[in-house]
């Protein structure tokens, strides 16, 4: 089943989330979803809040976000950004062009 991971990242601003995209992806630009080194991600969405950024994803499974997140965690350590756990929905729908 698909789910909706929302990551709040407080302090969090559009350097470090181009940084963190240029160790994530080869090309550092992620135009596609392919690009990311997990399979499963359906969308992503990100930007500026109040306090810092936001993401806002769909994955095809729980799994697959786990598999993604052993990626990303070891980046934002290696950042000295605390780790942050996402907060997980059941996506009841998912439309996509």
Known sequence: MAIIVTMEFPGFGQELYDTVID???????????????APGLMAHVAGPVDDGWRWIEVWKNKEALEMFLEVLKPILADLEYPEREPSIAPAYKVVLD
Request: negative net charge; charged residues 25%; proline residues 7%.
């Open 23 to 37: 160790r994530l992806t080869d090309s550092g630009e992620f135009a596609s979803v392919i690009e990311v080194p």
